[in-house]
């Protein structure tokens, strides 16, 4: 199996040292290089493939986040920070993971265990072309107020995810139950598409499209980093 290929960056040289301790114990992890700035970093992306980048946030000239936000081909990222409120800034863009310093190696394989796990989920995703595509069906039933509200399919503009609840948007209104994104996404079919971790849309709806959402008439969606080549495949882009 081919090695991932890393770069740290951060200005602080002992977390460098720590995060390069803890790769050093992982076999199928390499360090391609070890930045002390956002500019250092952005040479070596220049010149070198990189899978995955441990970049601190809070740096000085150029932040980490604004750094990540203006790649044009972004490596996977796990963010470090030794301030906590920053960690909505780092899934805001689709961070692996986000990891408090001093990092402990516990913590540092989980994140690495989800970044496995996302690169991996990709590939297959890439791979497995089903024969036979389900048929998209007519309408679903939503569990709501204790009852079971019938949905048509072709009324969902697209669907929110709010931690345990989702919210249904129609052309006529909209819908909150309790269920999560990706059980909901499970049951629509083909014609929707998740576009964000939060969002999924109905293609159907597509009145416009730029670098970073999609626009339903008036409605903007983002689109995540790591939703992007899909979505634009999707809409024949």
Request: hydrophobic share 45%.
């Amino acid at each position: 199996m081919s090695r991932y290929r890393c770069l740290i960056v951060d200005d602080e040289e002992l977390a460098r040292e720590l995060i390069e301790a803890h790769l050093s114990q992982l076999d199928d992890f390499e360090i391609v290089a070890s930045c002390a700035s956002a500019i250092e970093a952005s040479a070596v992306l220049k010149g070198e493939s990189v899978d995955l980048m441990f970049l601190d946030i809070e740096m000085p000239v150029l932040k980490g986040t604004d750094f990540y936000k203006n790649l044009l081909h972004k490596p996977k990222v796990i963010f470090t920070t030794a301030y906590r409120d920053y960690a909505v800034d780092g899934f805001d863009l689709d961070a692996v993971d986000y990891l408090l310093k001093p990092i402990v190696f516990a913590r540092f394989f989980q994140a690495i265990e989800r970044f496995i796990a996302v690169t991996v989920g990709e590939k297959r995703a890439l791979l497995e072309v089903p024969n036979n595509p389900p048929a998209k069906p007519a309408h679903i039933f939503v569990r709501k107020d204790r009852k079971q509200i019938k949905v048509e399919l072709e009324q969902i503009l697209y669907v929110q995810g709010l931690k345990d609840y989702i919210q249904i948007f129609l052309d006529g209104g909209s819908h909150i139950i309790k269920q999560g994104l990706s059980a909901f996404e499970s049951e629509l079919g083909e014609g929707f598409i998740r576009t964000h971790r939060s969002y999924i849309i109905n293609l159907d709806k597509v009145t416009a499209v730029t670098k970073h959402d999609v626009e339903l008439n008036n409605i903007e969606i983002p689109i995540g980093e790591n939703y992007k080549s899909h979505v634009f495949s999707a809409l024949n882009m």
